[in-house]
């Protein structure tokens, strides 16, 4: 892909991120000016400390990200005929990425993560904050508390505007969530049980977490508002799928051999926490002797300190790296060989096949 497509697909991007950073701004000030009331008529003074917590979710949910799924989602829209203006896509489009925040929160906690696109995640901060203040209780519970909140909170808000979309619409919302929650249990017990010779799970774990939710359930959503999802929905399947398994392959490689200026997270944090990750199974398989004793142990309580380093060294080695380069450019050709054959506006088509190779290529 050529630096003009490139930058054509970062543009778009731009002007969905664009849409979804007012939209969520206007949302979650009319939710704080509603409490405002609320509170007012039940005798019960907002303080500083809820205003606190609500900038905070504020703050997040307007700090970025890639905005890949509305994006996806108002693509499919236009694509199949719709018109970018219609407030039922805007409403759909703000569902899949609340959704995604509602999910990133929930995900720090879970993942003991400290830093999120570079700045504390909310569990570590209201951490912090409990220690600052010589508050009663244990700090991280209470961290962990004020976040699973914030987080579902965000769900709320993504419920509440995919409610009055039509029903197909709203399904298609609830099935992410379904593959997201078994998605993430899987990663869950996966990295409990820790990564073994001849188990295989990441792949499932992918097309849960990461091709449907983030790819696949966004492009379908898109086409079935504009009444498309009959002629539509097996294309983008074949395209999304794809593109959806590249992403993550990315994103694993980028979590081991990323520049952590860039990505926001520190390298090699999955692998210290014995994530299973279709790199780590590949290294496991492509290795022996002490290699793969240092690949099965992280993780685990016999992990050596410097065994995550030892760890992306070996993965290098072993070749484990470079497949998964060519695995992902087999993953981005079947994703351009659907879309162009798919009916849809030919200029959203370009746009798809761009952004599978960005998407493909990213840095962070």
């Not at 200026?261 to 290795?287: F, M, N, S, Y």
Request: glycine share 8%; net charge negative; hydrophobic share 45%.
């Amino acid at each position: 892909m050529n630096d003009q497509a490139a930058g054509e697909v970062l543009v778009e991007l731009a002007r969905v991120a664009e849409i979804v950073h007012d939209e969520i701004a206007s949302l979650v000030d009319r939710h704080i000016e509603q409490w405002e009331q609320t509170g007012g008529n039940a005798n019960v003074t907002p303080g500083a400390d809820e205003h606190e917590v609500l900038d905070q979710y504020r703050k997040l949910a307007l700090s970025g990200g890639k905005r890949l799924r509305p994006a996806f989602t108002f693509w499919a829209f236009e694509g199949a005929g719709g018109q970018r203006d219609d407030r039922r896509v805007i409403d759909a489009a703000l569902s899949v990425e609340l959704l995604h925040t509602f999910a990133l929160i929930h995900d720090d906690v879970m993942d003991r993560a400290d830093t999120r696109r570079s700045v504390d995640t909310i569990h570590v901060t209201y951490a912090r904050r409990h220690e600052a203040l010589g508050l009663r209780g244990d700090p991280v519970h209470y961290g962990d508390s004020v976040a699973i909140l914030m987080g579902d909170l965000a769900f709320a808000h993504a419920a509440q505007l995919i409610s009055h979309l039509p029903t197909d619409v709203s399904n298609l919302f609830f099935t992410m969530c379904a593959d997201l929650m078994v998605g993430q249990y899987l990663d869950i017990d996966a990295a409990a049980q820790g990564a073994t010779e001849g188990r295989y799970v990441a792949d499932q774990i992918v097309e849960l977490k990461t091709a449907r939710y983030t790819v696949v359930n966004p492009l379908i959503m898109g086409a079935t508002l504009a009444g498309r999802a009959h002629d539509l929905a097996e294309p983008l399947t074949a395209y999304g799928r794809p593109v959806g398994h590249a992403f993550q392959l990315r994103d694993d490689l980028l979590g081991a051999f990323g520049d952590p200026t860039v990505t926001g997270k520190p390298v090699g944090d999955d692998l210290a926490q014995g994530k299973v990750t279709a790199l780590l199974e590949l290294g496991i398989e492509r290795t022996d002797g002490a290699d793969k004793a240092v690949l099965l142990r992280l993780g685990s309580p016999q992990m050596d300190a410097d065994d995550p380093v030892r760890a992306i060294e070996i993965l290098e080695r072993s070749g484990a790296r470079t497949h998964l380069e060519d695995r992902i450019e087999q993953l981005i050709q079947q994703a351009l060989g659907a879309i162009g054959h798919a009916p849809i506006d030919p200029a959203i088509a370009t746009l798809l096949a761009d952004a599978a190779v960005l998407i493909a290529h990213r840095d962070h």
